[in-house]
């Protein structure tokens, strides 16, 4: 085109015209990818879709053909993570028999067209399968063979691509068409489905590369997804609190309970509360029956208190704040910490006396001041180390100090039942029954109620998997069994001794010397008391740590642990520089503190029981939630029922002869018959375990609404 300036001008449309005809000599001469002219053939004349079928939808066109993977030149390589479907497509992958007569397959093609490419008339509309276009002709069924005709001269006729139509696959229910491919064969057992849900995953079960199936879980089940849960490091101090323990590290199988609770129940000072229960004038029988009484009523605080522990993984005393409330739950754990610190300074007094005890009479130290101090300090060091560090380490030391107990009990046992006299035993006259009642109480108190607001810590790290009532099983099997063979076989050698009764009763392990051992015996007799009094404290101080916290101090469970072992100490070393017997301990105070305990294990494990959800976890730690503040209905009756349990307990001790109280009222002598019998504390638990039953159903339920 001449540009000079006698050059002729042309208008933008004329340029325009121009351009597009070129542009479309120029395409024209590219080959395009399809099918190659049938020499002899006509070509087919082009036509317009018709209007009334377009505006309805109705493909008009040539057949197109279906993708597939398998018309690909190279098969897709399954390298990696495979992208994970829906199980209808599984269902649907079932091949749909075709009533077409079979042919052979068109050869692969190259490429597939771009849309750009291809004739507006044969472009696609929305909804329609997207096409491959073959090169070349489409192969012809084989026939008998005729002789071609020449093809006729004249210009070659324009390329046309075939498409072939998709075959249509059945809708499955409740969807809508869907497209698949060849994913090899299908073993679907129809037995195998279930009719919850059309599309659920479980529904397929095949060879084919089908979702595999989950297990259904609750609704506010925590589900722990990847790898299995692994314990923590033993020596990297346990960081959870009062949260819930993280799931990967709920490791703990139900068996596990039985071990964290044999070696703190394991102590030989057991067999001085048999002495005990003798000196009360209980013969041999009733002295069994009053013992497996009174460790059946432990399984109530300990068995719930774990189930409680597995459930929210959570410490007892923020549990508790479900049945009294997130402020008002400041009461009861101002009483577990009081309790915890009381026996806490009672098993540090006991490991300290035994070994001053032993040291004396195996000729190792003039007095009992040094060996005592000794292991006061190296008991409270031990164990504050252990319940620092937490849980791992804890259930390690629990599993070696299990062992070495079982063993040690077995070597004591067999050394002194040469000292065992059957005939005379037995021969032990009945007592009033209503002992019987203060036995059962006191090894109620000195088993179920001592570690009844300890019972969630040992059982918060046990798998989301694991059985609650398995759990519960083998807690209560593993804290009950040693107490129950220990207090039993104290009462045995009592009643066949009745002139050591008494020793036995104050100071056991001097009781034990008395009965002539061997020289190698006093070895395994320290080792068969401290190593179980260490244990128990172990428990106490690692539990005391998360009542500090629950009471609002939130040091960290760390330092809690640490500053809760301060006081435990203190009242140790008082109770070792002003007590020297044991009965005045476990029949004075631990029965006062046992009636408020009792009231609210009563409340709590009721409520337990009441419960058809588990606990709402977040609810448990901040005010706002589906917990109240207060909960006064069990607030109230934990002060009644403490009142009027303690009004029907009676104690040595001169400043606790207030207690009693209503036998005083009732004309009942306190001193003798049923007022001995401290069954103020069986009355509190009752008192408490009624309550919710007759009044507390309805806030339960609103608990659990507001957690749905």
Excluded: C
């Amino acid at each position: 085109m001449e540009t000079g300036p006698g050059a002729e001008r042309h208008s933008d449309d004329e340029l325009a015209s121009a351009l597009e005809r070129e542009v479309a000599r120029i395409t024209s001469a590219i080959p395009v990818v399809g099918t190659a002219a049938v020499p002899g053939a006509e070509p087919e004349p082009e036509s317009e879709p018709e209007p009334d079928a377009e505006e309805d939808g109705d493909w008009i066109g040539p057949p197109t053909q279906a993708i597939s993977f398998e018309d690909l030149p190279v098969r897709r390589q399954m390298e990696g993570p495979q992208p994970t479907f829906s199980a209808w497509v599984g269902a649907a992958a079932r091949p749909v028999p075709s009533p077409q007569p079979e042919r052979p397959a068109p050869a692969p093609p190259s490429r597939a067209e771009p849309l750009s490419f291809v004739p507006p008339e044969l472009a696609l509309r929305d909804s329609q399968p997207l096409p491959l276009l073959a090169e070349g002709p489409e192969p012809e069924p084989e026939t008998e063979h005729e002789p071609e005709p020449e093809p006729a001269a004249g210009p070659a006729p324009p390329v046309v691509p075939r498409i072939a139509l998709a075959p249509a696959l059945p809708d499955l229910p409740g969807t809508g068409p869907v497209v698949t491919h060849e994913l090899g064969p299908i073993d679907a057992t129809s037995a195998r489905i279930d009719t919850d849900l059309h599309d659920d995953a479980d529904d397929v079960h095949s060879t084919a590369p089908s979702p595999v199936a989950s297990p259904r879980v609750a609704l506010d089940e925590t589900v722990l997804s990847g790898a299995e849960p692994v314990p923590a490091p033993l020596f990297e101090p346990e960081e959870a609190d009062l949260e819930p323990s993280a799931v990967d590290r709920r490791v703990g199988r139900a068996a596990r309970m039985f071990w964290l609770w044999f070696a703190g129940t394991s102590s030989l000072i057991s067999i001085g509360v048999g002495a005990t229960l003798f000196t009360l004038g209980l013969s041999l029988r009733q002295l069994l029956v009053a013992t497996l009484v009174g460790v059946a009523l432990s399984f109530l605080p300990l068995g719930l208190g774990t189930l409680a522990g597995k459930w929210s993984g959570q410490p007892t005393m923020v549990v508790s704040r479900a049945t009294f409330g997130l402020r008002g739950n400041a009461i009861p754990a101002i009483l577990a910490l009081l309790t915890k610190l009381f026996w806490g300074a009672v098993l540090l007094w006991l490991a300290g006396t035994a070994a001053g005890s032993l040291a004396v009479s195996w000729g190792g130290a003039a007095d009992r001041a040094t060996p005592t101090a000794v292991a006061l300090l190296a008991a409270i060091l031990i164990a504050g180390l252990v319940a620092y560090f937490g849980y791992a380490l804890v259930a390690r030391v629990q599993l070696l100090l299990t062992i070495a107990s079982a063993a040690l009990i077995s070597v004591m046992i067999a050394g002194t039942w040469r000292h065992v006299d059957l005939v005379r035993a037995l021969a032990v006259p009945d007592a009033l029954w209503t002992h019987v009642v203060t036995g059962a109480v006191l090894v109620f108190s000195y088993l179920g109620l001592a570690w009844a607001m300890s019972s969630a810590e040992v059982a918060r790290y046990q798998r989301p998997t694991s059985s609650g009532g398995a759990a519960m099983l083998w807690a209560t099997f593993g804290a009950g069994v040693p107490p129950f063979v220990l207090v039993s076989y104290g009462g045995l050698l009592a009643a066949s001794h009745p002139g050591l009764a008494d020793r036995l009763a104050s100071d056991p392990v001097s009781g034990f010397v008395a009965l002539g051992l061997p020289g190698w015996f006093p070895v395994p007799l320290l080792l068969a008391v401290g190593l179980s009094l260490i244990s128990a404290l172990v428990l106490t101080m690692y539990s005391a740590g998360f009542t500090l916290d629950a009471l609002g101090v939130r040091l960290g469970r760390r330092w809690s642990t640490v500053v809760a072992g301060g006081p435990i100490a203190l009242a140790g070393i008082v109770l070792a520089l002003t007590v020297t017997d044991l009965d005045s301990v476990i029949r004075g105070v631990p029965t006062a503190l046992s009636v408020p305990v009792a009231a609210w294990t009563g409340l709590f494990a009721a409520e337990t029981m009441l419960r058809e959800r588990r606990f709402h976890q977040p609810s448990l730690l901040a005010t706002g939630g589906v917990y109240p503040d207060w909960r006064w209905v069990n607030l109230g009756m934990l002060f009644v029922a403490s009142a009027v349990g303690l009004g029907l307990v009676s104690s040595d001790l001169p400043w606790l002869a207030w207690e009693g109280y209503l036998f005083r009222l009732l004309g009942i002598d306190p001193e003798a018959g049923i007022g001995t019998s401290n069954i103020g504390v069986v009355v509190a638990l009752v008192l408490g375990l009624v309550t919710p039953l007759v009044a507390g159903i309805p806030a339960v339920r609103r608990q659990e609404r507001g957690v749905a």
